[in-house]
Nanobody, 124 residues
């Protein structure tokens, strides 16, 4: 599975960005967005599972971020609104053919592959 993220950039506090993740296979079931702030570990932000349907957000981004996918384009998105300086990070999308539960989705070991990441910088 190959994934390519795009859509990152520099944005002011309170602004919005939409990240895209192009996936090389149509049949991926679970896709998660992770982020890695400077000098910190990579953590889950949001995850979407196709079958059975499931969407999960961490408390830090709930309400502000929305994960979605366009099956016709094999692309997933992360719409980010009301951005804060603490949202500054490299964002990665990670995909799996497996059915991943809400708890296990936080662990990267369950994913099959991930992209190179896209930098998001929120300036104040």
């Amino acid at each position: 599975v190959q994934l390519v993220e795009s859509g990152g950039g520099l944005v002011q506090v309170g602004g919005s960005l939409r990240l895209s993740c192009a996936v090389s296979v149509r049949t991926f079931n679970t896709l998660g967005w992770f982020r890695q702030p400077p000098g910190q570990e990579r953590d889950l932000v949001a995850v979407m599972r196709r079958i059975p349907t499931m969407t999960y957000y961490t408390d830090a981004v709930k309400v502000r971020f929305t994960i979605s996918r366009d099956n016709a384009k094999n692309t997933a998105y992360l719409q980010k609104n009301s951005l804060k300086p603490e949202d500054t990070a490299v964002y990665f999308c990670e995909a799996s053919l497996k059915i991943i539960g809400e708890t296990t989705a936080k662990q990267e070991m369950w994913y099959d592959d991930w992209g190179q990441g896209t930098q998001v910088t929120v300036s104040s």
